[in-house]
């Protein structure tokens, strides 16, 4: 399983919207001085692209989430202002950061000196060697929730053909349900859900027995509420140990890179990070 592939299902977004305090820069500026530490301090800004709609990392059209939070922790340790670049997805996480860290969007956007939410993973790196990949924050996994009354302990995706099952259909989970034992949940499946916050909260109203999604997701909308597990999807073809998500920059952004690296050591030793993701309700664990 590719990391990228999280990104590479997500529907493209529109601009529309992005507008106003915190969002969208001046493309020039952006593109001449992106990466540059000394510039970045000169003018007391950092812009740090986000995704646009992606809970509880980004939400708010990107102004809002985990992302946004951490993105002006960053900032502040750094001495100057954080100033999101919220962006929608791409095809791909290689457009994303071509767009994003190491080149600007054919639009007029980006980049951006920092890009938050990039699989911190060898295949990446390898094959995007304009960008310097770094400082892991969190681990996502592809998970199960279910009602623990209505659904017992669950060892193999075939035990969940009884039950109605709600996940995203444009989504790795959603992928890995409708394609199990040759297609037998398919009947079950209902794959309208925006995202996996979206079915975990159809789970919370009891109108699905079981939802797939990443644990991001799901213990965002279930947090501690013991009527439901939480627990990895029971499927040979997906790492139980998923993969993390950190950091992005131009490669020849040395100076930045080790800026940025040293305030994310130091929120992660102050308990700042952790704080950040209480507000998620999710806790926070180094990866």
């Not at 939410?117 to 770094?134: C, D, G, K």
């Not at 040293?262 to 992660?268: D, E, G, K, N, R």
């Amino acid at each position: 399983m590719h990391a990228t592939d999280r990104r590479a299902v997500l529907r493209k977004l529109a601009l529309a919207g992005l507008a106003g305090t915190g969002a969208l820069g001046l493309p020039g500026l952006a593109r001449a001085e992106s990466g540059n530490l000394d510039k970045i301090k000169e003018r007391g800004v950092l812009t740090v692209a986000v995704y646009d709609d992606l809970p509880p990392f980004s939400t708010d059209k990107g102004l809002g989430g985990i992302d946004a939070l951490i993105a002006q922790a960053i900032a502040a340790q750094l001495g100057v202002k954080a100033k999101l670049l919220p962006f929608p997805g791409g095809e791909d996480m290689e457009d994303d950061l071509r767009f994003m860290v190491w080149k600007g969007h054919y639009l007029g956007y980006g980049p951006a000196d920092v890009m938050l939410h990039v699989p911190v993973e060898r295949p990446l790196m390898n094959a995007n060697p304009q960008v310097t990949i770094f400082a892991p924050y969190w681990r996502e996994r592809v998970m199960l929730a279910r009602n623990r009354e209505l659904v017992p302990a669950v060892e193999s995706l075939d035990a969940l053909k009884p039950y109605d099952i709600g996940v995203s259909g444009q989504t790795l989970a959603g992928w890995l349900m409708a394609n199990a034992d040759g297609g037998a949940l398919q009947p079950r499946l209902r794959t309208t859900y925006k995202d996996g916050v979206a079915a975990a909260q159809a789970l919370l109203k009891g109108e699905v027995q079981v939802v797939g999604g990443m644990n991001s997701e799901l213990l965002h909308v279930l947090g501690q509420d013991k009527r439901f597990a939480v627990e990895p999807l029971p499927s040979p073809r997906v790492s139980r140990d998923g993969w993390a998500i950190g950091c992005a920059v131009k490669r020849d952004a040395e100076p930045l890179a080790q800026a940025v690296a040293t305030a994310m050591s130091t929120l992660s030793d102050s308990g700042e990070l952790r704080k950040i993701f209480q507000t998620a309700q999710l806790e926070w664990r180094r990866p």
